[in-house]
């Protein structure tokens, strides 16, 4: 496992990075739930790697993150996070790179793709080969993929993605018995 520290960041951005995982749903405006679904299906839609002259974002930083010899290059962000063969290192790398994004903006939708971006990373290790790469507990683990799973804007294979890594956190809170699902 290793140290997903956030101790590093002021209060207001631990607050902020966690906040997405902490709001019941309750409240969302449509007209929000539409931006952030269109910005997270182009942000999984991006490659990996992308021509250095285009537009500053997501892809072609993590495309430097991953090293010269990474099989992910040139796949989209979504084959990337929803591949049980994707290396650990690419993982590790997209979810450091969308914490620290998400802590940084300013834009509302940004943040939230980053963070839902940072939770699938999470739970691709977790649903696929049961490894917890984050200090954040399984208990509060089920409880931000539970509500990240809830959103309206979700796209159905982070949703299900979710729900893998849900059911892998339900049952190591309880010793490895699966749990019933309320």
Same mark, same amino acid.
């Given at each position: 496992m290793e140290d997903d520290s956030i101790s590093d960041l002021e209060p207001e951005k631990v607050a902020r990075l966690v906040g997405l995982t902490l709001n019941d749903g309750h409240g969302e405006r449509p007209d929000t739930d539409a931006a952030i679904r269109e910005l997270l299906q182009d942000r999984l839609a991006d490659a990996l790697e992308i021509d250095h002259r285009k537009r500053k974002g997501l892809p072609q930083v993590i495309g430097r993150l991953l090293g010269p $010899?990474?099989?992910? =290059? $040139?796949?989209s962000l979504r084959s990337v996070l929803l591949d049980p063969a994707s290396t650990l290192t690419a993982i590790r790398n997209i979810r450091r790179y969308a914490k620290d994004r998400a802590a940084r903006t300013d834009d509302e939708a940004e943040h939230t793709v980053? &963070? &839902? %971006?940072?939770? =699938? =990373? %999470? =739970?691709?290790r977790l649903a696929f080969h049961g490894q917890r790469i984050t200090t954040y507990s399984y208990e509060s683990l089920v409880s931000s993929l539970g509500k990240l799973r809830g959103k309206s804007w979700m796209s159905p294979e982070l949703r299900e993605l979710f729900g893998k890594a849900e059911t892998v956190c339900r049952e190591k809170t309880r010793g490895g018995r699966p749990t019933r699902e309320r």
């Open positions: $010899h990474r099989p992910e =290059a $040139h796949r980053m &963070t &839902t %971006i940072y939770f =699938a =990373a %999470i =739970a691709n």
